[in-house]
């Protein structure tokens, strides 16, 4: 893991230093934008870096996270033009579990339904 250390504005509009930011591993990269693991002081987190940030979908995509304050949504630590810092879960890709068949059990295929369900309703 490697640091740096830039000032930034948080998304609730407080200042404060990306020096608590420790960048890890890429873990993702696709067509609009890399994802690295990453350190946000003692929390995992990921830091998702958009190769575009004047991109139609990406400043939609900003805008709506910006706005998601729920626990079914990941928790965004803070936005900069083309990079936002964000909760991360070891669980991994939660498509990938489900069509993967990781998960075995119906509850708590049930449960994630009612979860997904519950954020989709927040969204509305």
């Given at each position: 893991?490697?640091?740096?250390?830039?000032?930034?504005?948080?998304?609730?509009?407080?200042?404060?230093?990306?020096?608590?930011?420790q960048l890890g591993e890429k873990i993702a990269h696709g067509a609009q934008?890399?994802?690295?693991?990453?350190?946000?002081?003692?929390?995992?987190?990921?830091?998702?870096?958009?190769?575009?940030?004047?991109?139609?979908?990406?400043?939609?995509?900003?805008?709506?996270?910006?706005?998601?304050?729920?626990?079914?949504?990941?928790?965004?630590?803070?936005?900069?033009?083309?990079?936002?810092?964000?909760?991360?879960?070891?669980?991994?890709?939660?498509?990938d579990a489900i069509i993967g068949r990781e998960l075995k059990s119906w509850?708590?295929?049930?449960?994630?339904?009612?979860?997904?369900?519950?954020?989709?309703?927040?969204?509305?």
């Amino acid at each position: 893991m490697f640091s740096f250390s830039l000032s930034y504005k948080y998304a609730y509009e407080t200042t404060f230093k990306t020096d608590n930011i420790q960048l890890g591993e890429k873990i993702a990269h696709g067509a609009q934008a890399e994802i690295l693991k990453a350190k946000y002081g003692l929390d995992d987190a990921v830091v998702k870096t958009f190769l575009d940030s004047t991109h139609k979908n990406t400043r939609q995509e900003v805008e709506i996270i910006k706005q998601l304050n729920h626990k079914y949504f990941v928790q965004l630590y803070y936005v900069h033009q083309d990079m936002l810092v964000m909760g991360f879960d070891e669980g991994g890709n939660l498509a990938d579990a489900i069509i993967g068949r990781e998960l075995k059990s119906w509850e708590i295929k049930t449960r994630i339904t009612k979860e997904i369900t519950l954020g989709l309703a927040y969204l509305h």
